[in-house]
């Protein structure tokens, strides 16, 4: 019995360690030698090398996203101010009643410093003048405070007020303020975050919003309407970030931190929507603005749809772009206002406006980005198809 145990022993023994060396042979022997010249050209580590499966090891790596919005911002921030509008009546005397909270959100207001020596930009809130919060103060009585992050506060008077952009301009005299960079809105594509700075809290507190860009949208209007009127601008950016009474008239910008467009809303069936004017299409009006030039637009006076390749295809228009004069009523009064400069130029409901002064209209050009740099009383010339291309000389009001 125990001769048997032993030769069963001493053959498992070998079958160990001969399965051992064969797989020892298959993994590292017989490769290493089916990669020397002499062997390779025999048949067998031939086929050895044909059937050597190669496993990469894969290696999980996790990524910490080190970012922060303050960090993205910071450059931006000590040009974002408070703007507080008030009554300064030498006259009265004892407490003034606050009636509600509603009268400190439309009094206060996020601005950004555009230039070092005090002039400051915003929007005018709820598109209502500031100085209209005050019905019975006379324009002497109304009076503007710039509160800066660094416990600072200053006087600045309202020197600029734009009916097309919505913006408003504040001047004070005050000397080497800290500046934004301006970046290039154009560049900004759906799907980018961006980043929307306000202040108007009762302790100077920066609020910020996050958000991804949904849309870019040239023909976004100031109207409470899908049309468009050759008065305000046209086109914006929209996006999920919140813009409400914080951050209106505040800067929003890329992640690069440069401005690329300024936080305002609009009421638009109903509803109160935030939106993102691009700073390239408010660019000249603040180089108008830091110049000092007054902006005394010309009005043309008639509401239009910008044309895009789905009104082309909607409406069977011979082009896919221009301005579709138009009323949703069909009324010739509804779209060409009485009396304006499109009336007594003859410009009829259903025209088709495709250039002004030799530049095509296009929905990166709209009619009125294009009308906004000239001055009433100018003379202008509008490229017009009706039942056939025409042009006609248009005098602004």
């Not at 700073?279 to 910008?306: F, H, M, Q």
């Not at 009336?343 to 530049?359: K, M, P, S, Y």
């Amino acid at each position: 019995m125990k001769k048997i145990t032993k030769i069963i022993s001493i053959l498992l023994l070998v079958v160990v360690l001969g399965g051992f060396s064969g797989v020892m042979m298959d993994i590292f022997l017989v490769p290493w030698l089916s990669s020397k010249e002499f062997f390779s050209k025999y048949s067998f580590f031939k086929r050895v090398n044909d059937n050597v499966t190669v496993i990469n090891r894969t290696e999980q790596i996790i990524v910490k996203e080190d970012f922060s919005v303050a960090k993205t911002a910071q450059n931006v921030l000590p040009s974002v101010v408070k703007i507080v509008s008030y009554i300064d009546n030498k006259k009265a005397t004892g407490f003034r009643k606050i009636k509600s909270s509603d009268e400190i959100q439309k009094n206060v207001k996020t601005g950004l410093i555009v230039t070092n020596d005090g002039l400051i930009v915003s929007v005018v809130k709820n598109n209502v003048n500031s100085k209209l919060n005050f019905k019975k103060a006379s324009k002497d009585e109304i009076k503007y405070k710039i509160l800066l992050s660094d416990d600072r506060a200053f006087d600045a008077e309202l020197v600029l007020h734009d009916e097309y952009s919505q913006l408003e301009f504040y001047k004070a005299k005050e000397e080497n303020l800290s500046t934004p960079t301006f970046g290039n809105s154009r560049e900004l594509e759906s799907g980018e975050k961006i980043i929307v700075i306000g202040n108007t809290g009762g302790e100077y507190q920066n609020s910020f919003s996050l958000g991804v860009v949904n849309e870019i949208d040239g023909t976004y209007t100031l109207l409470n309407s899908q049309l468009s009127s050759s008065e305000k601008i046209e086109g914006a950016i929209l996006s999920d970030a919140k813009i409400d009474e914080k951050n209106i008239g505040g800067p929003v910008l890329d992640f690069n931190g440069t401005v690329i467009g300024i936080a305002n809303s609009i009421l638009k069936d109903g509803n109160v929507e935030g939106f993102v004017i691009p700073i390239n299409k408010i660019k000249s009006t603040i180089d108008r603005a830091v110049k000092g030039e007054e902006l005394n637009r010309g009005l043309l006076g008639l509401y239009y749809l910008s044309i895009d390749k789905e009104i082309s295809l909607l409406s069977n228009l011979p082009v896919s772009e221009g301005a579709l004069v138009y009323s949703f009523t069909g009324q010739q009064g509804l779209a060409v206002k009485s009396g304006s400069s499109a009336d007594l130029a003859g410009i009829e409901i259903g025209d088709i406006i495709i250039g002004v002064n030799g530049t095509d209209i296009t929905l990166e050009r709209p009619l009125s980005n294009l009308l906004s740099e000239f001055s009433s009383g100018e003379s202008i010339t509008l490229k017009i198809l009706r039942d056939k291309e025409f042009k006609q000389e248009v005098i602004l009001k």
